[in-house]
């Protein structure tokens, strides 16, 4: 039966055009040509990734988060209740008042500390900003380092000028050392990606990353077993040259550089829109659409592959709408938080809440006792204040395209 399925899922017909087999593409007159089997050492490579980025973030970016004045923010953590643990975990971070009635008679706590500990619980979870710096400029550093390489592999290639050189002698075409490690370093970050999902920063468009980095590693493996390894390339550069000065922009939002984040932003959402909605379409997509079919018949793989470049133009365009929005509001000055975020403002106010609650329940010698609040406090309230909008430094946060 696994024989059955491993001929099938290999057949020619379903990689290749008519009259070329696998035979075709094995190493001869001095050609190399990319195998499936040499995608394996990109698993060992995610993980490498791994280890490499827990280095840089405490070696380097830590250290330099310091320097720009970004500290970790310290949050009251919660007390143990399984009852709301285990309601915040099965069911819902932001119960409705009903529920948090109900939530107080099983635990056999009043109402405010209900609130409170769904506050501070929400809290814990929040990723600091110290944490988003740290992510981000490990991303900054991988990205900037892969469009150098890209530009270094390709600015002497015919393909690179002239796209219809992409199906020149295909699928006979030798691979190149270049080609080989340009591959193999982007599908092993975005594979470490994939890997560090459960502990990186999420947001809204927390599934459309999980979709944009499936549809990637699919897209790449294709393109390498097939030899499409020129269009890939011009893929991959394309998308790494916008994202560079995404996770720029984003480290100069943490440190508050206000001015140059908005500069920066400005200028990645030109690059954007000219390479994703742009060069992508009309000349990649065009490129793998129109010249194939000058050289041989369609066939399985070639709809294959153009229907996953449009998946990730569709997400180009969800992600250009959310750049608009937020390049509207910069335009208007009511831009203060990411389009992407997940109600960033209530969380700001929760935030706020918390260090009031903190401030509260302080002794004259400093030391805590919001666990076991004294019944002479039972009857206060936050100040209304605290539940207003604070415009902080969220001016320009970051929309998150990749390839």
């Known amino acids: 039966m ?7 899922f290999w057949w020619d017909r379903i990689w290749l055009p008519v009259n070329l087999t696998w035979i075709d593409l094995e190493d001869r007159e001095g050609r190399v040509y990319a195998k499936a089997s040499h995608l394996y050492v990109t698993i060992p490579c995610a993980f490498a990734f791994l280890l490499i980025r827990y280095l840089f973030e405490s070696w380097i970016a830590t250290p330099l988060a310091v320097s720009a004045g970004i500290k970790q923010r310290v949050h009251l953590k919660a007390e143990t209740h399984p009852i709301l643990e285990l309601y915040y975990t099965a069911k819902c971070r932001y119960p409705a008042q009903a529920d948090i ?9 009043s109402v405010r500390k209900v609130e409170r500990w769904f506050r501070r619980r929400r809290s814990q979870d929040r990723p600091g900003v110290l944490k988003k710096f740290r992510e981000a400029s490990w991303r900054f550093m991988f990205y900037l380092l892969a469009f150098i390489g890209g530009i270094v592999a390709l600015y002497d290639k015919e393909w690179f000028y002239d796209t219809r050189e992409v199906w020149t002698g295909f699928p006979k075409q030798s691979m190149l050392e270049s080609q080989y490690w340009y591959y193999i370093l982007e599908m092993s970050f975005y594979g470490s990606l994939l890997f560090s999902v459960a502990f990186d920063v999420k947001r809204k468009d927390f599934k459309e990353q999980i979709i944009h980095h499936l549809a990637t590693l699919v897209l790449l493996s294709f393109s390498w077993c097939v030899n499409y390894i020129r269009i890939g390339t011009l893929v991959m550069l394309i998308h790494d040259a916008s994202d560079v000065l995404l996770e720029s922009a984003k480290l100069f939002n943490y440190a508050k550089w206000e001015k140059t984040c908005q500069s920066l932003f400005v200028l990645f959402a030109i690059v954007f829109m000219v390479t994703r909605l742009i060069i992508f379409p009309f000349w990649l997509i065009h490129c793998t659409w129109v010249y194939p079919v000058h ?8 709809y294959f ?5 449009v998946v990730l133009l569709c997400l180009h365009i969800f992600w250009a709408y959310l750049i608009l929005c937020m390049i509207r509001k910069f335009m208007f000055g009511t831009l203060t938080r990411d389009e992407r975020s997940d109600n960033e403002d209530e969380e700001e106010n929760e935030s ?19 666990e076991k609040e004294d019944q002479n406090f039972g009857c206060l309230s936050p100040p209304e204040n605290i539940y207003q909008s604070k415009n902080n430094s969220h001016s320009v946060l970051s929309v998150e395209p990749k390839m």
């Open 101 to 109: 009635d109900g939530l107080s008679k099983k635990s056999s706590l």
């Open 2 to 8: 696994f024989d059955m399925l491993y001929e099938w």
């Open 352 to 370: 706020s809440l918390t260090e009031d609650e903190e401030g509260q329940h302080k002794l004259d010698n400093g030391l805590a006792f919001d």
């Open 295 to 302: 050289h041989y018949p369609a066939f399985f793989g070639y």
């Open 305 to 309: 592959f153009n229907v996953m470049l």
